[in-house]
Each structure stands twice: as structure tokens, then as C-alpha cells.
């Protein structure tokens, strides 16, 4: 069984920079597809960014140019670098892995203060 843990969220004023990780364990293989997705208060569960096992990303317009997603150099981890943070980043950003199927982290909460 796959699981996602999470670290890296906090209070930060907005301007900032912050850097999320995640580590996976359980898994004997590369994860084909690492990422961040963030629900933000009162909104849907949204796609922040995902990285292949390939290299390739994808982000969503409203991060591109400000976020960063890498894949770390052990097996299975996976980083969300937020630089220039807006008070609209604010939200609970969750790990996300899918190797067959999906896996999620339990969030890691940021919250920018303008």
C-alpha cells in the first residue's frame, strides 16, 4: 500500500516563497505520476501541477511562472517550490500519486497573509 506524507505548509506572508515535499513509501516501483493538487476554503479540490517519471510537467495557468514541481533524487519523492505566494494560494495542498491507481497525502495546510 502506497502512502503520501506531506510537509512543508505554514503561515507565510504573502510574497514569500515555500517549499512543499512529499515522500511516498510502500510502492517497490517509480510512481508513473507524482503531483499537487490544493482545495482552498469553501472551493473544489483543484490540479496545482504534475510531474511524469518521463520529466514532463504539468501546471495549471494560474501557478505557471511562480511554481515549481521536481522530482527529488530518492525514488519517489516529489517537491512543490511556491515562490511569489498570494493571499488566493492560500488552501490545503495535497500530495497526489497514481501508479494503477491514485493515491493521496492527508494535505498539508498553507495560508498566506496579505
Known amino acids: 500500500q502506497v502512502q503520501l506524507v506531506e510537509s512543508g505548509g505554514g503561515l507565510v506572508q504573502a510574497g514569500e516563497s515555500r517549499r512543499l515535499s512529499c515522500a511516498a513509501s510502500?510502492?517497490?516501483?517509480?510512481?508513473?505520476?507524482m503531483g499537487w493538487y490544493r482545495q482552498a476554503p469553501g472551493k473544489q479540490r483543484e490540479l496545482v501541477a504534475l510531474?511524469?517519471?518521463?520529466?514532463?510537467?504539468t501546471y495549471v495557468d494560474s501557478v505557471k511562472g511562480r511554481f515549481t514541481i521536481s522530482r527529488g533524487n530518492t525514488k519517489n519523492t516529489v517537491y512543490l517550490q511556491i515562490n511569489s505566494l498570494k493571499p488566493e494560494d492560500t488552501a490545503v495542498y495535497y500530495c497526489?500519486?497514481?501508479?494503477?491507481?491514485?493515491?493521496w497525502g492527508q494535505g498539508t495546510p498553507v495560508t498566506v497573509s496579505s
Open positions: 510502500g510502492s517497490a516501483f517509480i510512481l508513473s505520476v
Open positions: 510531474i511524469r517519471s518521463d520529466g514532463t510537467t
Open positions: 497526489y500519486a497514481y501508479s494503477v491507481r491514485a493515491y
